[in-house]
């Protein structure tokens, strides 16, 4: 029997180049962007001028209480969609402190 040596038969693919931090911030905040738009083309400003950051609090709590709680894997919604979600109420929250939520009123 003969052997051959690991080393020598680059039978092995290189370790791939680490994709850069600024990439992968940036992709996740596009995604999220995404979903921010199409819920809000589904549902329009009024779900949250109707309570504004009252009600930007009362939908973040309810996220936070599935995290904690451990029920966030549901059917309809995933562990990760649950912090997804809360990362969304984070930004309406700015939104709503800048002033620049649609139809907010001063």
């Not at 051959?4 to 999220?32: G, H, M, N, Q």
């Not at 400003?45 to 995290?67: C, S």
Request: some cysteine; proline content about 8%.
């Amino acid at each position: 029997t003969t052997w051959t040596s690991v080393t020598s038969t680059p039978d092995f693919a290189p370790e791939p180049e680490p994709i850069p931090f600024k990439d992968v911030v940036d992709e996740l905040v596009y995604r999220i962007s995404d979903m921010m738009v199409e819920r809000h083309e589904k549902y329009g400003p009024d779900n949250i001028n109707r309570h504004g950051m009252l009600g930007v609090r009362v939908r973040l709590d309810d996220k936070l209480a599935r995290i904690d709680n451990g029920d966030a894997d549901f059917e309809d919604e995933s562990y990760r969609d649950c912090w997804v979600d809360v990362v969304g109420y984070g930004l309406i929250a700015l939104l709503l402190i800048d002033k620049k939520w649609p139809g907010q009123t001063p």
